[in-house]
């Protein structure tokens, strides 16, 4: 059994990558190393690319190539004097796997941080839970 503990968003990819590397050496596979390094993640893109999409460019730079899709799922303030918006909770919701309110304001959008903030984006981020 192999535990990984510790890290955080930031080192996921590098940890995941270790790890897939340790059971595959573990189990005898072989010496291949994971490809994880050289698969760029969703999204990313070169910037003369990012640079053409058409999306305002906040969402570009958090989503990329994904961004024309975000704003598709709706432009609307997920709370007053927010940038977040409905679509940005709605894609964490199809194509991240967010599913709870928590999810949505603690870790997708960081909303959460701040009392007043959250209880203004709660009923949003049910609504996009549904």
Known sequence: MLTVVGGKLTTYRAMAEETVDAVVAHLGRGATRSVT??????GAAPRRVLDRVAAPARLVARYGTEAPAVLALGTEPVAPGRPETVGELRFAVAAEGARTVADLL?????????????TAAVPAAASALT
């Open 106 to 118: 603690d870790r997708r959008t960081r909303i959460g941080l701040v009392p007043a903030d959250r």
């Open 37 to 42: 390094a050289r698969l760029p993640l969703v």
